[in-house]
Structure formats: C-alpha cells, structure tokens
C-alpha cells in the first residue's frame, strides 16, 4: 500500500510540475513575447511575475489534488525543485537578470506553490481545521 501511495504521489509531482513548466513557457514566451530582465519593461516582468505566480499555483493544486492524502508533500518537492534549479541556473551562469530578481522569482514562484496547495486543502476540506483557541 505504501508503495502505491508513494509511486501515486511521485507522479501527481511530475504531473503538476509540468504542468507548472508549460503554463510558464507559454506565459513568458508565448503571451509576452520572451522574458528577460535585460529585455523586458518593468510592466512586462511584472505581468509575467504575477501570471508565472498563477502558473506555480494551479500547478500546485494538480498536484495536491492528483496525491489525494499526501497533503502538503507534493508542494514542499516542488518548491525543493525550484531551490535546486534556481541554484543551478546561478551557479552555471544561464540565469539572465541580477542574483536579488532571481532569488526574488525563485521565492515568489514557491510561494505561490504553497499558497496553492494550501487553498487546495483548505477549500476541499483535505485538511482538518483546528478550532480557535479560547
């Protein structure tokens, strides 16, 4: 049983990943044209910040929803992904605007993965909620 679990969660991860990567690709190249910190208007970046935020955030919740009673377990792995391939990109020199705006997208991006996730659980009752403290 627990090898079904892990193998179910693992793939809603992958699923909801992609998913996450296509929605960005056709954001920031399809819609926008390409986004880059050197070639974009500040309006540009902020429209792909928010749109990629959205992007990070439905992929969040396939992946919660796909996982069923994995809860939180997908977002935190791919929020691990993002600090792994943010870091890659720095180190290797492939990410294209200054180290704060990358750290800055990385860390809006897991944001809204998590915030994402947790709506999902909330809005579906996945979740227990704890009753305010008297």
């Known amino acids: 049983m627990r090898f079904k679990r892990a193998l179910r969660t693992t793939a809603a991860i992958v699923v909801g990943y992609a998913a996450m990567v296509i929605l960005i690709t056709i954001v920031q190249e399809t819609w926008l044209g390409g986004v ?16 990629t935020a959205v992007s990070g955030a439905i992929g969040a919740v396939i992946a919660t929803a796909l996982s069923r009673a994995c809860g939180r377990i997908p977002a935190i792995v791919m929020s691990s992904l993002i600090v792994l391939e943010t870091t890659a990109l720095v180190l290797t020199g492939k990410a294209s605007g200054p180290l704060w705006f ?9 944001a809204a993965i998590l915030i994402g996730a947790e709506l999902f659980l909330r809005l579906t009752g996945s979740i227990p909620r704890q009753s305010p403290a008297v």
């Open 36 to 51: 880059g910190w050197h070639e974009s208007s500040l309006h540009i970046l902020a429209l792909a910040g928010f749109l």
């Open 102 to 110: 990358d750290i800055l997208a990385a860390a809006s991006l897991i």
